[in-house]
């Protein structure tokens, strides 16, 4: 049974996102979604829990996918929900040295239980980001290609 952890702030959860959950799936047992607390950032769309509903809510049907949230640190979420490795989605090669550092700490402060997988978005995706999505619904344009449907819904939501 191999797990792993895909962790990040899914403010909102995008079709990128989903690309890279969709392609986790397809190459491990269970791919653990963790919507944990980024010290970085303070502008949440949706709390925590709305988060947490919007994801569980889009793979009700899929049970290779399971959804945690905490105030966490990802390598401690990893090791505590029996996962291999963490996934994290690459979107170009302004990700890249960051997303280095972050493999290469998780996997010493874990004493090398922890490793990191970098996938890759497909071509249509691989650019959006959720702060792109809220920057774009702001101005009114059409996000549809970039967040689902039930996603959009619960965005259009906020506004009344
Ligand atoms: P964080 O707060 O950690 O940046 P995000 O929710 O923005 O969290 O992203 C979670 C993970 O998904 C990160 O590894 C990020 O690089 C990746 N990701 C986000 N959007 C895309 C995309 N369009 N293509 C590939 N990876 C993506």
């Known amino acids: 049974m191999i797990r792993v952890l895909y962790p ?27 919507i944990l607390v980024n010290p970085g950032k303070k502008n949440y769309m949706f709390n925590i829990d709305e988060r947490e509903e919007i994801i569980k809510e889009l793979y009700k049907n899929n049970p290779k996918v399971k959804v945690v949230k905490g105030n966490v640190a990802a390598v401690d979420t990893a090791l505590n929900e029996d996962c291999v490795a963490i996934v994290r989605g690459l979107r ?13 700490v ?3 402060i874990s004493d090398g239980k922890i490793n990191t997988v970098c996938l890759f978005a497909d071509e249509e995706y691989q650019f959006i980001s959720s702060s792109m999505v809220k920057e774009v619904f702001k101005i009114d344009k059409d996000i549809s290609k970039y967040v689902d449907k039930s996603v959009h819904e619960k965005m259009k939501m906020l506004r009344k």
């Open 92 to 104: 170009g090669l302004s990700d890249y040295d960051f997303e280095v550092q972050l493999a290469k």
């Open 8 to 34: 990040g702030s899914f403010d909102p959860i995008t079709k990128g996102h989903m690309n890279i959950i969709n392609q986790a799936c397809d190459m491990f047992d269970e791919v653990v979604v963790a």
């Open 106 to 108: 998780n996997r010493d």
